[in-house]
């Protein structure tokens, strides 16, 4: 059920900023794509234009394409919720219903949808996507209470259980460690780690050594400038951009000469 | 290389105290001198006077005694601190008196009778409200049936899908309007629709829900448009990703966050036109009896029958005017349940807390 993404000259707008620019790459199957790059430089932009989610915000649009396994994301006809449910998504933030409790927020993508479902099924899925998410053990005894009294950590394990709980064929993260300590963090990736054996797995993140130890591929994007859109300046194996990147701007980045 | 002296000048880390008591003392004391100040001044023991002058001795009082031992910050802090609990307590005055005035004149009739009887009939002694009470829940009631969904979907209209475009600003702006439409306006506003649709001088309880909804839908829309714009953005997003589609979204997450505020909301809207009289005397008119039907003949409500019971008094004027304050307390006692009600509902939809 895991996808390949590829997108060919893709172009970002806010109204009539051009936030990101001519984005031409290929995201394998089975594998943790990361995109890193400076602030602003459209990353996350790009990453939410991979599940339409970019069209939350007044005036932005999209040009060129977005291929799902060969089906274009953009194309006429396009459902963006029927998309959304194929891409999940994890937020920089974790972001659970406060009127829900854990396990209504693990079945809030069947719920809100109003899909019925036995309540054994409900059950098995909950905690499938629980331990999937390694919380099962932990929230196991609470699972009718609101969990407001979860750790950040766990908020933030909570939110990837609710995504894997409608099976997606893509799992987008946009730096979903950013505000976690380095143990949730560590606990994070691994799950990361679990999750590619099933998932196309995305992740946006500032943390240069995230990208090294949990990705398959890296992806670096920068900005000319303010006020000039994101480019993509190269992708490629993880221990290739990390050693030996083909442009200097990388290798800049990389080495903390700049960003 | 001269020594560099901090810019407050003190280097100690601490300060003078006062102790626990001083507070307590000094309202004693001013207290004592406020009555003996008053006294000098107008010769009688003015209560009202007494207060004042009690007051200002006390803020001076404070202001010393705290510049002295504690220093200047500590001082305006206080200070700060005595004027707002003096407006406060000057904005509880005359909350205590209503409340007061109407307990002890309204206490005289709050019997069975006025829960039972209506003034079919009645002159002089005996009598109730009950058409009035049911009046006021029956036009009260249809108001809020009506003005909710308006005000509601407006309000979802506003912060959810029109955000800022020309139609929301347009709506925004004459529900901004239609907030200060005088209350008597809305009155003959329906008094006139209705005499358009069914002839001249027709008068019913809806009529009057009609004028009180044209009062309470912008209330509503201003209150709600809030209370959806705090939904954090987040939560709309999280339920997006999980493709949610947006009706949805606004339905089952949006409105459910934020369902506490709304009734809270929908609560003092109701709480705000209860009391209006001028516009259901025009379009709801007045009786003596009970009227069970909301679309035909007029219906009394409360505050129209306060009203009508002081100004029309009959031979025996304290019998009426007893009525009239029964009829005021009922009315407070009303709101008050409502408001009580309503907190008890949000407590109930309130975000869970819990481990």
Known sequence: ?259 | MTAITHRLGSETLTAGRLPKATIPVAIAASAVLGYALAVLASGTANIGLAILFAFLVFLVTVEITTRVVEGARQAADRRAGNLIAGAFLLALVPLGSVTFEAVSNGLARFDLAFFTQSMRNVVGEGGGAVHAIYGTVYVTGMATVISVPIGLLTAIYLAEYGVRNRLSKAITFFVDVMTGVPSIVAGLFAYALMGLLLGPGARSGFEGSIALSVLMIPVVVRSCEELLRLVPNELREAAYALGVPKWLTIVRVVIPTAISGIISGVILAIARVIGETAPLLIAAGFTASLNNNLFANPMMTLPVFVYDSYAHPGTDVQVYWDRAWAGALTLILIVMILNLVGRLIARRFAPKTGR
């Not at chain 1, 051009?18 to 400076?38: C, L, S, Y």
């Not at chain 1, 331990?131 to 609101?146: F, I, M, Q, T």
């Not at chain 1, 990361?192 to 992806?219: F, G, P």
Request: aromatic share 6%; net charge neutral; hydrophobic share 35%.
């Open chain 1, 1 to 259: 059920m895991s996808k390949r993404i590829e997108t060919t000259d893709l172009n970002v707008y806010y109204s009539d900023f051009r936030a990101v620019e001519d984005v031409t790459i290929t995201i394998q199957p089975r594998a943790i794509t990361a995109f890193i790059g400076p602030s602003g430089c459209g990353k996350s932009t790009f990453l939410r234009t991979l599940n339409r989610m970019h069209e939350v915000i007044p005036g932005a649009r999209v040009e060129g394409e977005v291929l799902l396994d060969g089906e274009n994301l953009y194309g006429a006809g396009v459902d963006p919720v029927r998309v959304r449910r194929q891409v999940g998504m994890v937020f920089q933030r974790p972001n659970p219903f406060p009127t829900m409790s854990i396990r209504e927020n693990v079945l809030a993508g069947i719920k809100l949808n109003f899909s019925r479902m036995p309540k054994g099924e409900q059950d098995d899925l909950v905690e499938r996507s629980l331990r999937s998410a390694n919380l099962w053990e932990e929230v196991k005894n609470r699972l009718g209470l609101p969990g407001s009294g979860l750790s950040g950590g766990q908020q933030q394990r909570r939110c990837i259980a609710r995504a894997i709980a409608m099976a997606p064929a893509v799992l987008l993260m946009d730096e979903p460690c950013s505000a976690l300590d380095p143990i949730s963090t560590l606990a994070i990736e691994d799950l990361m780690s679990e999750l590619k054996e099933k998932y196309t797995i995305v992740i946006v993140t500032h943390n240069m050594q995230q990208a090294a130890r949990v990705s398959d591929t890296t992806a670096f994007f920068n900005i000319a400038g303010t006020g000039s859109p994101g480019r993509l300046i190269e992708s490629g194996p993880t221990d290739k951009i990390f050693s030996t990147p083909d442009v200097q701007a990388t290798e800049d980045y990389i080495s903390g000469r700049f960003g």
